[in-house]
């Protein structure tokens, strides 16, 4: 069964970092494009990030030059670095693939 599984939310001071793993089953990872939404209370969820198989890489315009999205294949694995965060950017972070989501993970950014 094809699943995946977020870890590394947290609270943060505005200014701070925090990196998002999310491990894949191998069956979903290969092939498919790889996505990280969010969800913020009262808001829609939104795209934040995706990467190819390939390694090619998206993002939306809020988290350019902040956020850094990557994959290990070896280890069946997206990651999300998230540097210089914003109040704006607390927020439920959920991993996606193949029509398939994770859990979810909290990130919390407030002094």
């Known amino acids: 069964q094809a699943q995946l599984a977020e870890s590394g939310g947290g609270w943060v001071q505005p200014g701070g970092s925090l990196r998002l793993s999310c491990v894949a089953s191998?069956?979903?990872?290969?092939?498919?494009?790889m996505a990280w939404y969010r969800q913020a209370p009262g808001k829609q969820r939104e795209l934040v990030a995706t990467i190819t198989s390939g390694g090619r890489t998206n993002y939306v315009d809020s988290v350019k030059g902040r956020f850094t999205i990557s994959r290990e294949n070896a280890k069946n694995t997206v990651y999300l670095q998230m540097n210089n965060l914003k109040p704006e950017d607390t927020a439920i972070y959920y991993c996606?693939?193949?029509?398939?989501w994770g859990q979810g993970t909290q990130v919390t950014i407030s002094s």
């Open positions: 996606y693939s193949n029509s398939v």
């Open positions: 191998r069956s979903i990872f290969r092939v498919n494009v």
